[in-house]
């Protein structure tokens, strides 16, 4: 029994689908089905369920999933402890959006003054996973925005961002102060997959179902805009080219920016970069 297997096991136990899980997991769908049938062999027990529709734990399944996460947030536990008495201890932070952004500068600044031996790896990630491979193990802690799936997570919000929608300059609403949702109900908007989170996704909808191309990075949003007229969802206060411009929304919510990391995962790295997050976060201006 491997400690990959056993993060294979809880990220479709988290999901209740081997398709969103391989998707979380970076990989195919038919190597994670036999990883989870070679589990249930060493245990000689099924672990799920299966329908059409997904998976349901049963009781074994219930039982190994609670062990499974002690034992992987054990095994964190001593390679962090292992890495630092060799001198090599890293943390792997996941970081999504505009890199930008100050509140990034300013933190990766901060952390590097007070973890000077520490090896800092960076997880650039696109639109469709909001933990920034948290939860597919990638990453020690990540650096995003809300709301998404907090299951088996803990957040903390460092910023709160207004939003506004994002539309080519020469668009008829783009000269306007503001705008509501119900004035886009018949416009098209880009998208994030399918299989993306679905709290995120519908967040970005602006709380309905829409209709418009798949995209996955920022880029690809802006192009959408500029090559098809769509239109979709941005927080207000970055710099965009002439050729868009970004109306606020009165009536959506604000998008946080957060800190993210696994539910009880107690390496003193990770709380030591929350920490470090908090506090540059609540020094910047306004």
Not at 105 to 111: F, I, M
Not at 136 to 151: H, Y
Not at 237 to 249: I, S, T
Request: glycine share 8%; net charge neutral; aromatic share 6%.
């Amino acid at each position: 029994m491997e400690l990959r297997t056993l993060r294979y096991f809880v990220t479709v136990a988290e999901e209740l689908h081997f398709g969103r899980a391989a998707t979380r997991l970076h990989m195919s769908q038919p190597p994670l089905s036999r990883a989870i049938k070679g589990l249930e062999a060493d245990f000689g027990a099924l672990l799920f369920t299966r329908s059409p529709t997904g998976v349901t734990l049963t009781p074994v399944g219930t039982v190994l999933l609670d062990e499974a996460r002690a034992l992987l947030a054990h095994a964190e536990r001593v390679r962090v402890r292992v890495e630092a008495a060799a001198g090599a201890a890293s943390i792997t932070v996941g970081i999504l959006g505009d890199g930008t952004d100050p509140g990034v500068s300013r933190l990766a600044s901060a952390y590097r003054r007070t973890h000077p031996g520490i090896d800092i790896r960076i997880r650039d990630t696109d639109l469709t996973d909001p933990t920034c491979g948290l939860r597919a193990g990638l990453v020690d802690v990540a650096l995003t925005r809300a709301p998404f799936d907090e299951t088996a997570l803990t957040v903390r919000t460092l910023r709160s961002d207004p939003v506004g929608v994002v539309l080519r300059a020469d668009d008829p609403l783009a000269h306007r102060a503001r705008l509501r949702l119900a004035e886009l109900s018949d416009r098209r908007w880009f998208q994030f997959p399918q299989d993306a989170d679905p709290v995120w996704q519908s967040y970005w909808n602006g709380g309905s179902p829409r209709e418009g191309p798949t995209v996955r990075a920022v880029q690809e949003c802006l192009q959408a805009v500029l090559w098809n007229g769509t239109i979709g969802l941005a927080p207000l206060g970055h710099d965009l080219p002439a050729e868009f411009a970004v109306v606020p929304l009165i009536d959506m919510p604000p998008s946080r920016v957060v800190v993210v990391w696994n539910e009880g995962d107690t390496n003193a790295l990770i709380r030591s970069f929350v920490d470090t997050a908090t506090a540059a976060y609540r020094a910047m201006p306004g």
